[in-house]
């Protein structure tokens, strides 16, 4: 201490100078910690302009979308819309699409009415599209109320329509190909109501068009599904192929020969190969699609041939062999375990064989099945079979597994003549509700009084009564969902005063009704109960067009 001391008296400039020099690093260390603390400043600053002009754009996008943008004009969706036609006659015929693309499903239907330019539109009058009065139209309706979105005339007469989907990279998505009783044959477009193409008569004068149209893979490299399609004259079948987008023919002609009435499917086995599966008498007969298109086109490599088929099939008859006795009625795909099925329908049983190797999976004893089978699910994710069995005046419905053919739930009603088919839909617990029409007693005219009911599994023990009418049901079907959850069916009919005998002829009248599956506990019945009710189960079931 003392040391420090002298040394400091003896050298005083020493001691200023470490004193100047601190003071100078001092000064230094302020230096830098002001420029950090004003670069700070300046990016937070940054950062805050930033953050409110991101607020201000979005402020403006929400201002711009509100109030300068309008918003579209949405039909509100009715319970129940009833649309009336007089002096018309209506046809066995109707399907859907979402045309309006408010993805609500709309409605395509054929009627025969006497416009004689009556029409809203003079130039969809039957004189002005080259028909005589009357003429058919086909009539695009809207699902959500009704409204008629287009219609025009197609045909003097329709013998078959049918409207496909047809998978393409271009053009328009969908469309409906009409065969008129009067040698025409055209094709509209689905969405429009626009003819795509209309054909002079392909076919013989005196060949019967067989039903239904089959859609096949791209022939023409378009990207688009084409046309393959079957007529009979005596015991020779004509094969076509047409191309979709045109309509014009593709190849030449090729020839079966089938005796008595006939049947056929499209049938793909586990390996891709395409087969025509025909059924006449007690026999089903395949042709392999690869061979049918090279005879027709000369073309090579576009389709292939399952090599156990080959094998299976008779070189010569083109039967498939060994089959049982029994005329066979009908022949669908049923998809079993992620895996496509072949139901064999006789007049006395039903029969399932495997869709590849043909061996029998189940036979199920069950005579006079009047119509072609329904597949619905019972229970859930599991494919079902409904069969309509009898031809008095009652029938018995029964619902099959498809797995093992054990009946599940049967049900005796009473027919009337007419009776339309039994639809399905899935619900949001991929099992099915299922739809069908019993008659009840006649009214004092002696008209059945028809009535239609919904049945669910997952209550076995009832059926909910929706509607019931006195009129002629020539068209009737479910509306597949779409804007609303799977869950949510709904049901359009099409019905008819009386046959067509003139411009007085009678009313059509389109009907279309909705139905709600909700959840929650026990059954809200708003329609009446058939049945006892079975125990609370936990879902709901609801009928507004009951209320």
Not at 35 to 43: A, C, G, L, P, Q
Not at 248 to 271: A, C, K, P, R, W
């Amino acid at each position: 201490m003392m040391e420090k001391e002298l040394e400091a008296e003896i050298h005083p400039l020493k001691a200023d100078e470490r004193k100047s020099q601190g003071n100078l690093e001092s000064g230094i260390e302020k230096d830098g910690s002001f420029k950090k603390t004003s670069r700070h400043s300046r990016f937070a600053q940054c950062r805050t302009v930033i953050f409110f002009f991101s607020l201000f754009i979005c402020l403006f996008v929400v201002f711009i979308i509100s109030f300068i943008i309008p918003c579209p004009d949405k039909s509100i969706s009715q319970k129940m819309w009833r649309i009336n036609y007089n002096a018309a006659v209506t046809y066995d015929f109707m399907t859907f699409k979402d045309i309006s693309e408010d993805t609500i499903q709309d409605i395509l239907f054929l009627y025969k009415e006497d416009s004689n330019g009556d029409s809203s539109n003079s130039n969809n009058s039957c004189t002005n599209q080259g028909f005589s009065t009357p003429c058919v139209y086909l009539a695009a309706l809207s699902g959500t109320n009704g409204s008629v979105l287009w219609e025009r005339p197609v045909a003097q007469d329709v013998a078959y329509m049918e409207c496909v989907d047809r998978h393409m990279m271009e053009g328009p998505p969908s469309g409906c190909f009409i065969v008129g009783k009067q040698h025409s044959f055209l094709a509209v477009d689905s969405s429009i109501g626009e003819i795509m193409w209309n054909q002079p008569w392909p076919f013989g004068d005196n060949d019967s068009v067989l039903t239904p149209f089959l859609t096949i893979p791209d022939l023409t490299g378009n990207e688009i599904q084409d046309l393959l399609i079957f007529t009979k004259s005596g015991r020779r079948i004509k094969t076509y192929l047409f191309s979709s987008n045109t309509g014009d023919q593709v190849g030449s002609l090729s020839y079966l020969n089938l005796e008595g009435e006939v049947g056929y499917l499209m049938h793909i086995t586990y390996t891709g190969a395409y087969y025509i599966l025909f059924h006449s008498a007690s026999y089903i007969y395949a042709y392999p699609l690869k061979d049918l298109y090279e005879e027709m086109t000369g073309g090579k490599d576009l389709f292939m041939e399952d090599n156990y088929w080959q094998k299976m099939i008779d070189n010569i008859t083109h039967r498939i062999l060994p089959f049982s006795s029994g005329t066979i009625r009908y022949l669908i795909n049923v998809p079993v375990l992620k895996k496509k099925d072949i139901l064999l329908v006789k007049t006395d049983r039903c029969e399932l064989f495997d869709g590849q190797m043909f061996s029998l999976q189940w036979t199920l004893n069950a005579s006079e099945v009047v119509r072609k089978p329904v597949l619905g699910y019972y229970k859930p994710g599991e494919h079902a079979i409904v069969l309509e069995a009898g031809t008095g005046f009652q029938r018995k419905i029964l619902i099959v597994d498809a797995t093992s053919g054990e009946i599940l739930w049967n049900l005796t009603l009473n027919s009337f003549p007419g009776i339309p088919k039994i639809t399905s839909v899935t619900t949001i617990d991929q099992r099915s509700a299922f739809f069908f029409w019993d008659s009840r007693n006649q009214t004092e005219t002696g008209d059945y009084r028809k009535t239609l009911y919904m049945f669910h599994p997952i209550l076995p023990y009832v059926l909910l009564e929706l509607t019931n009418t006195t009129k002629n049901i020539v068209a009737f079907n479910e509306i597949p969902p779409s804007r609303f959850p799977a869950s949510t069916p709904a049901v359009a009919g099409d019905k008819l005063g009386s046959p067509w005998t003139g411009p007085d002829s009678g009313t059509v009248v389109s009907v279309g009704q909705s139905l709600y599956w909700g959840g929650g506990a026990g059954l809200r019945k708003k329609g009446r109960e058939m049945l006892t009710s079975a125990a609370p189960g936990p879902a709901s079931l609801q009928s507004p067009m009951c209320d």
